[in-house]
């Protein structure tokens, strides 16, 4: 059982822990603050005389390679996640570990899914500790209902790439799992059987873990052409059948949505971005690939071609709607974070324009700058939003974790930043008065955008004083959670949690912006 | 004056300090030896709410960037080569330096040009103290003759890379000149009117450095594509009228030797490639840009074609030869450190299998193995080559410093390593029985290839073994020396020379190979 630890109210006024996994942490200060100390993060230097003159790395499994690295108890396994739901390259590693003797080990994933359900059995057996990443389906379960020996800590992509930059998490191990590699390992995700697009989320895994491990389906000949995970940072290459099953690490198709309120919806968000003066020459923009920000690209591309309007820039989660976008001259980049299907997969391998990102060009809070900042508008989803305009993406108003950040917060440092969200889900209300878990502060949100009406944060009279004239159905806030709470018969549950925390939400910089609390026994 | 070191003499029975400019180093042991220890630099870490939210670094000259800098005496500024002898902003940013009141800099280069005389000008005034980097014409002189306060330090290109990685170089300014940046600070070599191909040489630089700034004669909006430096290490960025004289930058046009001498030789070592059973389907060479490597460029290139065969991959420097290969298909890849004339820095542009690597991917030798011990054979020059087959491409048999390292050092990894020179120059003998300075030890040169003959290192039995049969004119290396003796009328004379040490020879493990020594007043 883990000890209730001290808790200290932040500048959001959520109580956080002063002490997660053992490690003292500070609370959320507000953007921006605090300035960092220190130095980054610095591996342990190596010599090309303990690596093969010829450059093959290649051993002959997974076992054999994690059996020459430096194993011990507690020791930290990074993954990425790339592979999605067809991932089968994780459980395996872990499983590899636990059957070399392992115990306790992190397990650091730069995000979890469904398949990954085996790792329960991990935690159980006393192989696996605890995760640090995001926690989803069953995993989410695991840990909300107390049952994780450690605390979850939940990361933003960015957040994740400062902490490994910054030393706060030492990786071990980093297992990459590429559908390309040379025997050097050099990675490449955008070609062979399981191409995924790009490797981004593992770039920090690759600089910055003692030992690097690529696992892959498809060997070339050096050089593996382009390299997104440089061989230089790798100490073994794994060749195996199959690293992951493509119809689950990207879908075939992009699908729209077709309900009539999010419709409604994305073309109002397009229709804001016009009006707000945000669509201009040169402008940039990013959006998910949830369904109402897919219809919201196609709103907007429609809007471009009429105002003649051409975007200097746009930011993936790419699909076959961006790509489009490019073919079409309606944007002259597309800055991918992440490839979400088939078109996309294939743009990035072929088009020079279509161009890999990483967390550490575009998220990391720890750099001299990011990409996320110079975008002009970011439309993006969130589970709840209050009437501060602070949103949760990852529980459940019901306090269950559910969702993993992903670049959710890094994105919030946008020009603008548009929330689009239905006023309501399952009758239960969506504006709320106070969040379940705040995982975005409000002076970082600056619209909500619902199917009725488009609030706009008091902070940004500039939007506002913009927007005079225009037809859109501005309203307050507050008015929008009235009428919700009004059809949905009132607000909604309160969580039923108990005050032992499971898992604490880390803001950009690493201090802690909110705490998740263990489901109370139903 | 400096004081005259304590010395100590390492495993290829060299002289060399035991303290360079304050730091304790240690002798050369072997190949191989010593084992680092210790971890790779971490530089400080920033925190975006330093830098504009807009992505805009722009600074309104070299003047503010640098004074917004933390200055100090002492302090290290670095630059990078890459516009060679048309680089118009290492000298007007160590005079900025000097008149912003800073003194005893360390300058460091990636290898410095005719162009950098003014900095003897800074070294007499005291706002430069010394210089680490490649001393040639009359910086190599001022050297030479003991008038640099410090100790120059030559590293490889390779060895520049991991002395900024493991932190024995602390740079606390780099200067990099793009040829086409954002205001961001993603920098691209490949584009603009100063366009100089790669910007390789730059890359520890900006990763490295407490603070990086940006030169460039073209803005871009963002992003910069590619960003072969990215705008994530940039602090700030300086947009001037001209970064370089695009005609000393790269030549118009690749020259090939007319030497009849030069010509034989470059076709044997093209012959020999063949006959040791080096040139087959998917093998690998480098050469450099020099007469007779081009030469032997196009002699393969007729063996390629002759006997069916493709490679892999080719190193550049690129020139012209290597891109109407790749044009041909007798390559799949070139993978460029730098690009050497018009036609390289087209191709690079443009090509996608015209790959931009860097001293980290190619040359570190404390990485985690690197891209020259890949390479087949490799085709090299010197200045002197003894009968120990150890070799020297630093000095001139009087003693005088004259050229950098290049890469030349960290090429001695190929699998067969052939140094093409003549045997005797303006009649001094280039085999000799030692050479004035070693910057390559025996064991890593496997043939070197004269006019009068091919020597092949004893060492190489699988050499030796191969070419059995082969009608090459194979001789011992004693033989070639005594010819060439008894042609030049004798051996040469030995340099003329103090004890006192003026510059190092670092190994790419960043021990001391040896020792330049003050020239004796004439």
Redesign the interface.
Known sequence: MRSVPELTTNAVGRRVPTEVNGVPRRPYGGV??P?????????????????????D?RVGSLEEALSRCELRDGMVLSTHHHLRNGDRVAVPALETLARLGVRDAMWFPSASFPCHAPVVDLMESGAVHHIEGSLNGPLGDYCSEGRMRGSGVLRSHGGRFRAI???DVEIDVAVIAAPTADP??NCDGSHGPSACGSLGFALADSMYARR?IAVTDRVV???C???QI??????FVVEVDSIGDPAQIVSGTTRLTRSPERLLIAEQVARFIHDAGILRD?FSFQAGAGGIALAFVEFLARRMREAGVRA??VRGGSTRVLVDMLREGLVD?V?DGQTFDLDAVRSIAED??H?ATTP??SY????????A??IDVVVLGATEVDVQFRANVVTHSDGRLLHGIGGWQNCL?A?CTILAVPSFRDRIPVIVDEVTTVTGPGERIDVVATERGIAVNPRRRDLLEALRGSDLPLRSIEDIRDEVEALCGGKPEPPCVTDEPVAVVEWV?GTLLDTVWRLAPR
């Open positions: 921006g603050a300035e960092p100390e220190g130095t980054r993060h610095g591996p342990p230097i190596r010599s090309c005389a303990d690596y093969p003159r010829d450059g790395k930059q910054d030393g050097f390992g690097v000949p050096f050089p052409v382009p390299w440089q061989g230089n940072h790798v100490d040169g200097r820039f980049y800055l020079p324009r161009v550490f060009t990391n809070w720890h750099g001299k700058g990011n990409f900042s110079l440092a020009g910089d």
